[in-house]
């Protein structure tokens, strides 16, 4: 069943309850699927979840967060030469330059304990979390989902033949005051849209 699908369903009493006494949140959620895991993380976080099942769905989505912010005609910041392909039909000014409206990437994971973001030089070269634009959006895939950033980290180290990539950090401050960790290191609050693909 697709994540969507879950998401619109009924909730099920095995589902966690937050107002009982027994719950804590350093307790893993347990029973929750990888998709929705992450899903109640990065929203909890303060991000901006859209999920789209085809490609018509996607470019719809990308349009109305152009319309919300009024970032047509804009400069933004993309290192990723496919993405600048797949969106060129939106007027915007595909461009390296140092004040970019938004910032445009893909990720190297979707991480669900924590909602975290996983980026590494591959898509911000070697930018620090703070240097990036305060307005990113991420396009994913649904099978770049993982259960924890170590799952993460060994896929960039299986995909990787002859080099690990540097820079490996997540983003999961979305203007939220939840804790950080040791991956989170001189992050700044981002206001992220999350552009998610099903795949699988």
């Known amino acids: 069943m697709s994540l969507f699908k879950r998401l619109l369903g009924k909730k099920t009493t095995s589902d966690p309850n937050p107002d009982d006494p027994g719950h804590s949140k350093y307790f893993p959620e347990n029973g929750l699927p ?4 992450f899903t109640r993380k990065f929203s909890k976080n303060g991000g901006k979840f859209l999920y789209c099942e085809n490609w018509e769905e996607i470019e719809q989505a990308f349009d109305n967060i152009l319309l919300e912010n009024d970032w047509y005609e804009q400069d933004v910041w993309c290192m990723d030469d496919s993405l600048e392909e797949k969106f060129q039909g939106y007027n915007l000014k595909f461009n390296k330059t140092d004040d970019p409206c938004f910032a445009f990437s893909r990720c190297e994971s979707l991480v669900a304990a924590n909602g975290a973001i996983l980026l590494c030089s591959n898509q911000i070269k070697e930018k620090k979390l703070n240097e990036l634009p305060t307005n990113i959006v991420v396009f994913a895939t649904t099978s770049q989902l993982v ?35 040791f991956m989170s290191y001189g992050s700044s609050t981002k206001n992220l849209y999350l552009l998610l693909l099903e795949d699988l």
């Open 34 to 37: 990888v998709d929705e895991k």
């Open 147 to 181: 259960e924890t950033i170590s799952e993460g980290l060994r896929l960039i180290k299986s995909k990787s033949d002859k080099f690990i990539p540097s820079n490996i950090t997540t983003i999961q401050d979305f203007e939220s005051d939840e804790e950080k960790d």
